[in-house]
T-cell receptor
């Protein structure tokens, strides 16, 4: 079954450093998403991406965050200057279309900011 | 605005017993509803989804859920729990309006299965 692949699985970074989280969505999917889950809290929507541009973003997705699809296969989330509160599990997801197609999630990247 | 409430952060059942995980939603537009399961150190796996076809939805691993508009509920059930069902379960809603792509998740319910 097709999978969404995320790398790395764990990332430890110092506060103030830039991090890039990488995702390879399912190849024929058109919609891409990032979600995050702070330990013990609910999964929260960050951003959706379609047709090479952001289609929706949440309040969490401030100027410190950016997304890119640099080469037609990867989908990246960049955090420019990490804060302690950015520590979380970050999930990438992709979808073939509107929600009735469902979403496929990756296994996540656990980001720890120290 | 849409929201999801999952009653009970932790549910414990005996192997072979009925599993019932509760989910209530709030949505100003007809919703799409989803149940996801997360095994330890793994991603979110889709169990089942409601997209306005049959109100009783069957999913993987013997799970099913019933959409009840009058009760704004989408509870997840399984007749007989297996040890392998121990995981965290998330209910999620997505609207059919401008925010179709945005899944709103509940806080999750951790299911324990006792031998």
């Amino acid at each position: 079954e097709p999978e969404v692949t995320q790398t790395p699985s764990h990332q430890v970074t110092q506060m103030g450093q830039e991090v890039i989280l990488r995702c390879v969505p399912i190849s024929n999917h058109l919609y891409f998403y990032w979600y995050r889950q702070i330990l013990g809290q609910k999964v929260e929507f960050l951003v959706s991406f379609y047709n090479n541009e952001i289609s929706e973003k949440s309040e969490i997705f401030d100027d410190q965050f950016s997304v890119e699809r640099p080469d037609g296969s990867n989908f990246t989330l960049k955090i420019r200057s990490t804060k302690l509160e950015d520590s979380a599990m970050y999930f990438c997801a992709s979808s073939a279309g509107t929600p009735n197609y469902g979403y496929t999630f990756g296994s996540g990247t656990r980001l720890t900011v120290v | 605005a849409q929201s999801v409430t999952q009653l009970g952060s932790h549910v414990s059942v005996s192997e072979g017993a009925l599993v019932l995980l509760r989910c209530n939603y709030s949505s100003s537009v007809p919703p799409y509803l989803f149940w996801y399961v997360q095994y330890p150190n793994q991603g979110l796996q889709l169990l089942l989804k409601y997209t306005s076809a049959a109100t009783l939805v069957k999913g993987i691993n013997g799970f099913e859920a019933e959409f009840k508009k009058s009760e704004t509920s989408f509870h997840l059930t399984k007749p007989s729990a297996h040890m392998s069902d121990a995981a965290e379960y998330f209910c999620a809603v997505s609207g059919r309006g401008g925010s179709q792509g945005n899944l709103i998740f509940g806080k999750g319910t951790k299911l324990s299965v006792k031998p």
